[in-house]
Each structure stands twice: as structure tokens, then as C-alpha cells.
């Protein structure tokens, strides 16, 4: 049975090429049974300090891991597209056997370069200007979706965060989950 957000097979609802502007649920929304979500974002600060978001949940909506990386990037579209080349620190082994994974995120110009850049990689087998995407042709599928921004307020937290410093959480249970960060997350869960 697939989640309640999913009428449509899965493919068919996380399709990289879905007309912008048309979203499945105005709320966070899990991914399908045998995919991992990563969803990520950028908050840059006037001072050229920038923190990478980024939350990793399964089909239940359970959290596997929440990270944030500090780095120097003054162009917000520049910061989101490296928001979700930061990915490959929260990778674990065994998300490579999964069926796919769905990298979403709210800056619509870094969705479509990503998607743009991916395509080329994976149909070329060629580098591709910007960030180094190749470690997602480990996964046998790979999939980009922008969403409004109240559908991504876990990866903003720990993006914002990320600007005072690197953190990663591998569990809900870490002692040094923050609560507000949790409440976040029972949010998008009571929701979906």
C-alpha cells in the first residue's frame, strides 16, 4: 500500500520532469516504500557564510539522518545546488541497494540545474560544469522535485544551524537533536 500522499504510482508522481508549479501536497509528503528522501536547502548569510541543510527520511517518514556543513558561498542558487551535492556525507552503504532516492528541495533554479546536470551526466557519461555529481549515478535512480518552502522547514532548520558550525544527527533519539528540530519533523509526520 502506498503512502496516503501517493495517488499515482511512484514514477509517475515523483517524475522529474513535472510541470513546475504543480504540487502533489501543499505538506511534506513520504517517499515510496523502497526509496529514501533527502531534502535540502541553503541559508547564506551577508557575510559569504552559507549552511547546508540536509534531512534523509524513509517511506515511513522516520528520520535517518539530519546534517548540516558549514561553507563559504555568497550566491543563494549556488548554495542550494552544493545543499544537495552535500548529500553524499549523509549517504550510507545500504541506501545504494534501495530503489532510488528523491532529492527535493525549494530553490527552483537549483532543482532545474540539478536535473539539467544529472540528465546530461547520466545519458553522456560527461563532467558537467559546477559541483561533481557523479556519485549519483550509484544509485539506480535518482530523482529531483522542488517544493514549496512550508514543505521543507526540517532541511531550513538545519541549514540555518549549519551557519554557526558542521553537525550530523543519525537518529531521533540523539541527545543533541534539538527539540524545535523534532517538533519540525512531528509536523511533516502528522501531515503526510
Not at 513546475?20 to 541553503?42: E, I, M
Not at 517511506?59 to 542558487?77: M, Y
Not at 553524499?88 to 539539467?116: S, Y
Amino acid at each position: 500500500m502506498l503512502p496516503r500522499c501517493f495517488a499515482m504510482p511512484a514514477w509517475e508522481q515523483w517524475c522529474t520532469y513535472q510541470p513546475s508549479g504543480l504540487f502533489s501536497s501543499v505538506h511534506w509528503c513520504t517517499p515510496p516504500p523502497g526509496w529514501v528522501k533527502f531534502n535540502v536547502d541553503a541559508s547564506v548569510r551577508p557575510n559569504a557564510v552559507a549552511g547546508l541543510g540536509v534531512v534523509a527520511r524513509d517511506h515511513a517518514g522516520k528520520l535517518i539522518v539530519a546534517a548540516g556543513s558549514l561553507v563559504e558561498q555568497w550566491d543563494v542558487t549556488r548554495a542550494e545546488i552544493l545543499a544537495a551535492t552535500a548529500i553524499r556525507g549523509a549517504v550510507e552503504d545500504w541506501m545504494f541497494n534501495m530503489d532510488g532516492i528523491i532529492i527535493e528541495g525549494d530553490c527552483r533554479n537549483a532543482i532545474k540545474w540539478l536535473q539539467g546536470a544529472f540528465n546530461r551526466l547520466n545519458k553522456f557519461h560527461l563532467t558537467t560544469e559546477g559541483p561533481d555529481l557523479s556519485f549519483l549515478l550509484d544509485f539506480r535512480q535518482v530523482l529531483f522535485s522542488n517544493v514549496p518552502r512550508q514543505c521543507n522547514q526540517p532541511a531550513d532548520y538545519c541549514a540555518a544551524l549549519a551557519c554557526f558550525g558542521n553537525f550530523m544527527w543519525k537518529a531521533c533519539d540523539d541527545r543533541n537533536v534539538p527539540p524545535s528540530f523534532l517538533s519540525l519533523l512531528r509536523g511533516d509526520s502528522d501531515q503526510a
